[in-house]
């Protein structure tokens, strides 16, 4: 599973457990109490994913520049727009 993937996850998993709460107004009878648990689980999954998404990105940035850099010591003839 991707980094990616994974924090797509997360945040679905915090937009989920936010919308608990609005979800158990509805049931009020059946659900007296829901507390402040699913807030605080959905904030961090909701970073959790952020994070992961951010590393995704800064992996893939890295891989790439470290290809161009790679491709640019062994041709030192080509030009800038060749890259």
């Known amino acids: 599973m991707s980094r990616r ?3 797509m996850i997360f945040i679905t998993i915090s937009a989920l457990l936010y919308a608990i709460r609005y979800i158990s107004e ?3 009878n ?14 961090a999954a909701l970073w959790v994913g952020i ?8 992996e893939e940035y890295i891989r790439k520049y470290r ?4 491709k640019s ?7 800038e727009e060749d890259r």
């Open 5 to 7: 993937t994974s924090g």
């Open 26 to 28: 509805l049931f009020n």
């Open 30 to 43: 059946m659900l007296t109490y829901v507390g402040e648990e699913p807030r605080k689980l959905s904030k």
């Open 51 to 58: 994070a992961f998404l951010v590393w995704a990105e800064v």
């Open 67 to 70: 290809v161009s850099r790679i």
């Open 73 to 79: 010591l062994l041709n030192p003839d080509s030009k």
